[in-house]
Every structure is written in structure tokens, then in C-alpha cells.
């Protein structure tokens, strides 16, 4: 499995599907745009709202996955990475992710108190092509 082709292909996706769990400790999912920003395979940057109710089930419990994948007429790929999720609100990673047409979800700009990081620290992962599953650690 080539690591830098996973990689590439997550930059290709439009949409991530980041996970929670919730205070029953079952698992929550919901599709997000894709990560603002991306360290390798190790390190994921999302933007959110400070007062939703993912942020509170990340404050909660920080264990998390995402997962990508493109559906195409013959041929399915998916990437689930599993690790963990914080919640950063310091301006130092806020002015990191922040662009131009984010206003149009944070009113306040880059320093609305309703806005909010999502860093996501990956661990392990598994990718699916072909009929295949492989797991892999991120070091």
C-alpha cells in the first residue's frame, strides 16, 4: 500500500465524514467539507461551530474517526482513520485554517467566539480498493 497515494487521493475529496460519540457512547456521524487543512497522513484541521453539539461530544470524549471515499461506475475507495479529536480555540489556530468566504459561516470573522478548530490526530487506518481492506499505523 503507497501512503502518498492515499494521501492524494484524500485531497481529491470534496466531503469528509468525521465521527463522535455521544453520551449514550454511541457514535455519531456527520458529513463535513473536506479538512481545511492536512499534515501529512497524522494531522487534519477542520472549522466549526463553537456551540454545536459535535464540540461538546469532542470536549466529552476525544475518541473520533474520519473517513473519505469516491464512488466511481466500477470502482470504490474508502480511507477510515481512527484517533482522536480536540477542539481548539486559540486565535494561533483559528488565523491557521481561516479563509476569505468563511465570514458566510462566521459572521464575526475570524475572531467569532463561534468559531472554532477541530484538530484530528490520526493513529491507525483502513483502506479499501478492489475488493481489498488493509490496516495500517501512522506514525
Known sequence: MNLKKIEEFIDKQKVCFICSIDDENYPNVKAMLKPKKRIGLKEFYFSTNTSSMRVKQYQNNTKASIYFYHKGLVKYVG????????????????????????????????????????KFTATSGRYYCDLKTESFDIE
Open 79 to 118: 480511507v477510515m482513520l481512527k484517533g482522536k479529536m480536540e477542539v481548539l480555540i486559540d486565535q494561533e489556530h483559528k488565523n491557521m485554517i481561516w479563509k476569505t468566504g468563511d465570514t458566510i459561516y462566521y459572521k464575526k470573522g475570524v475572531t467569532d467566539p463561534d468559531y472554532c478548530v477541530l
